[in-house]
T-cell receptor, first 117, second 118 residues
Framework: DTAVSQTPKYLVTQMGNDKSIKCEQN?????MYWYKQDSKKFLKIMFS???????INETVPNRFSPKSPDKAHLNLHINSLELGDSAVYFC????????????????FGPGTRLTVL | AQKVTQAQTEISVVEKEDVTLDCVYE???????LFWYKQPPSGELVFLIR??????QNEISGRYSWNFQKSTSSFNFTITASQVVDSAVYFC???????????????FGQGTILTVHP
């Protein structure tokens, strides 16, 4: 009964390719997120969706395009992959607390380790 | 500036020692929440605690305790009698204003790598 699942767990690809990472949560949360963790373990939010609507879009190259087909899914498509995109990407979800989803515990997926060669 | 700082990049201790991980934050919000997450070597991120800015009581959960000091904008985490299984990266986090929206963004500190040696 995985709460937040991501596929694939590992992704190795060549520069210039296009790839997607899928995320699903079965917790009934209405907010989902994508985070990037670099090689120094620094975690940074990329996107946040609430009820399929984009809420937060950090300074991320437009080669990254999130898509939320429904509340339970948030996918990340990356075009023209670059070496610097190599990182671990985490999906997360949360429920609102006092009107704010970021006031509540976030449940994270297992991460997708992307390696661009 | 709004930010979260974990000044200790790496800490190494021997089993059974007590260890404190520091977290200092800056925020313009008057109401806010603070979080600690743990990332063991297996890589997943695990929630440890959430603390309301109005509640300055220390929290204890088994060997874990948290000291919240609003006056110094700190939310420190202490592990008593550390164990090898405590080895992980620990992150302090704070939702920061996303500017004009009703949703903040959870901003993480740089993380502290804790290694507990047997």
């Amino acid at each position: 009964d995985t709460a937040v699942s991501q596929t694939p767990k590992y992704l190795v690809t060549q520069m210039g390719n296009d790839k997607s990472i899928k995320c699903e949560q079965n917790l009934g949360h209405d907010t989902m997120y994508w985070y990037k963790q670099d090689s120094k373990k620094f975690l940074k939010i990329m996107f946040s969706y609430n009820n399929k609507e984009l809420i937060i879009n950090e300074t991320v190259p437009n080669r990254f395009s999130p898509k939320s087909p429904d509340k339970a899914h948030l996918n990340l498509h990356i075009n023209s992959l670059e070496l610097g995109d190599s990182a671990v990407y985490f999906c997360a979800s949360s429920r609102r607390f006092r009107g704010r989803p970021d006031y509540n515990e976030q449940f994270f997926g297992p991460g997708t380790r992307l390696t661009v060669l | 500036a709004q930010k979260v700082t974990q000044a200790q990049t790496e800490i190494s201790v021997v089993e059974k020692e007590d260890v404190t991980l520091d977290c200092v934050y800056e925020t313009r919000d008057t109401t806010y929440y603070l979080f600690w997450y743990k990332q063991p070597p297996s890589g997943e991120l695990v929630f440890l605690i959430r603390r309301n800015s109005f509640d300055e009581q220390n929290e204890i959960s088994g060997r874990y305790s948290w000291n919240f000091q609003k006056s110094t904008s700190s939310f420190n985490f202490t592990i008593t009698a550390s164990q090898v299984v405590d080895s992980a990266v620990y992150f302090c986090a704070l939702p920061l204003n996303a500017g004009g929206t009703s949703y903040g963004k959870l901003t993480f500190g740089q993380g502290t790598i804790l290694t507990v040696h047997p």
